[in-house]
């Protein structure tokens, strides 16, 4: 177990509406990231959080958009579903000890966009 | 643009086996470089994370090495079993980026016959 939770662990869409998906971390975990992860792909960094600042984003549109809130958990929005959207959707946190960073990802939340 | 790839794609093994898995990437940049393993429809667990300094690292019967001038990577596993059998990802951290973007390939798909 890593510690790192995420909520809900299915969802169905459809095109067009918008969808939060929840992570929740262990305390102490300033950092978050979110990847998407598209059926026999590896997962792609959509962005990161840090004391609840966005610091990094990959090469996803606007409309994908996130908080990190002082009690170590985090949101993903999507707006504007599209179908492409259908993918598993992870969460990862990260903790610094000893000067090396180590990521803790969650089970991941896998959406379905119709 | 950092890429990563993996070879082969699936593979098929009897138990008790040895296999060798292989990552590239083509921009040697990088803070270090993790391989993870998924099971179906689950998130990652971090098997082994080699520093950009390092040559190698050990877990039980897992062995990954790196040879960051010609950006391969490959994953060892002894006496392989039934229980290995997962989906194997790579994933590298650029320079430059945010301290947590991974960069993964595609994965193998392993399956060890009992």
Not at chain 1, 85 to 108: H, I, N
Not at chain 2, 55 to 79: F, H, P, V, W
Request: charged content about 15%.
């Amino acid at each position: 177990e890593t510690g790192v939770t995420q909520s809900p662990t299915h969802l169905i869409k459809t095109r067009g509406q918008q969808v939060t998906l929840r992570c929740s971390s262990q305390s102490g975990h300033n950092t978050v990231s979110w990847y998407q992860q598209a059926l026999g792909q590896g997962p792609q960094f959509i962005f990161q959080y840090y004391r609840e600042e966005e610091n990094g984003r990959g090469n996803f549109p606007p409309r994908f958009s996130g908080l990190q809130f002082p009690n170590y958990s985090s949101e993903l929005n999507v707006n504007a579903l599209e179908l492409d959207d259908s993918a598993l959707y992870l969460c990862a946190s990260s903790l610094v000890t000893g000067g090396m960073e180590t990521q803790y990802f969650g089970p991941g939340t896998r959406l379905l966009v119709l | 643009k950092q890429e990563v790839t993996q070879i082969p794609a699936a593979l098929s093994v009897p138990e008790g086996e040895n296999l060798v898995l292989n990552c590239s990437f083509t921009d040697s940049a990088i803070y270090n470089l993790q391989w993870f393993r998924q099971d179906p429809g689950k998130g990652l667990t971090s098997l082994l994370l080699i520093q950009s300094s390092q040559r190698e690292q050990t877990s039980g019967r897992l062995n990954a090495s790196l040879d960051k001038s010609s950006g391969r990577s490959t994953l060892y596993i002894a006496a392989s079993q039934p229980g290995d059998s997962a989906t194997y990802l790579c994933a590298v951290a650029p320079y430059g980026g945010a301290t947590n973007k991974l960069i993964f390939g595609t994965g193998t798909l392993l399956a060890v016959q009992p």
